[in-house]
């Protein structure tokens, strides 16, 4: 058995793949049941993954150290989260907040859910707590890029099916491709890539 979002081998009785992460009990997700009618217009960039220029060192990155590789209608339910290990806690958890710094120089704190985007739009239906502009004269960050929101205290992103795709880069691990519809944690210090921009989670 294979990885469907990396191609790893896995063996047999895998929850998660070791190699990024992904669920592999996860079922394939299909796009949001009502779609965006404003026309894409999103300028379409070359694979970041293979020519992507080399990022900054930031926060203790060495890039070179790096490999490259809910109200509850649509599409929230037609996405599903990696599941993430939880006890009991014996407090209750408090909702953390992070802060969102894009290489716009825009800094944004989060606590909720939200969508990133030129001009972000939720579906009919759909709720969320932020909707955050971000400029991009090139274009090739999505109307609608990407959504985030917090799962106990762990911040997630999900992909909205955008034009140019997202990548996350944890801090000092292994640069990953997000899955459309798919939910992925990020971790303080990890830098997500849409389009030509970009954002660092802390």
């Known amino acids: 058995m294979?990885?469907?979002?990396?191609g790893a081998e896995l063996a047999e009785g895998t929850l998660f793949c070791p190699m990024c992460g992904s669920s592999v009990t996860s079922s394939r997700l299909r796009?949001?049941?009502?779609?965006?009618?404003?026309?894409?217009d999103t300028s379409i960039i070359s694979d970041r993954l293979a020519e992507r220029p080399p990022a900054?060192?930031?926060?203790?990155?060495?890039?070179d150290q790096l490999e490259l590789d809910e109200d509850g209608l649509p599409p929230t339910q037609a996405m599903t989260i990696i599941p993430v290990e939880e006890a009991p806690p014996l407090h209750p958890v408090a909702h953390?907040?992070?802060t969102?710094?894009?290489?716009?120089?825009?800094?944004?704190?989060?606590s909720g859910s939200g969508?990133?985007?030129?001009r972000p739009i939720t579906q009919?239906?759909?709720?969320?707590?932020q909707l955050v502009?971000?400029?991009?004269?090139?274009?090739?960050?999505?109307?609608?890029?990407?959504e985030f929101g917090l799962e106990g205290d762990e911040l997630w992103i999900c992909d909205r099916y955008s034009g140019n795709g997202t990548v996350a880069h944890p801090l000092g691990g292994v640069a990953r491709q997000c899955e459309a519809g798919r939910r992925y944690r990020v971790t303080r210090g990890t830098r997500v890539e849409i389009g030509d921009q970009w954002f660092d989670v802390s």
Do not use: M, W
Request: proline share 11%; hydrophobic share 30%.
């Open 2 to 6: 294979n990885c469907r979002v990396c």
């Open 31 to 40: 796009p949001p049941e009502i779609a965006d009618q404003r026309p894409s």
């Open 56 to 63: 900054p060192a930031i926060a203790g990155r060495f890039p």
């Open 96 to 98: 953390r907040s992070y």
């Open 100 to 110: 969102l710094s894009f290489s716009t120089g825009d800094v944004v704190e989060v």
């Open 115 to 118: 969508l990133i985007g030129r």
């Open 124 to 129: 009919p239906g759909e709720h969320v707590d």
């Open 133 to 146: 502009v971000l400029s991009d004269p090139t274009r090739s960050v999505s109307k609608t890029h990407v």
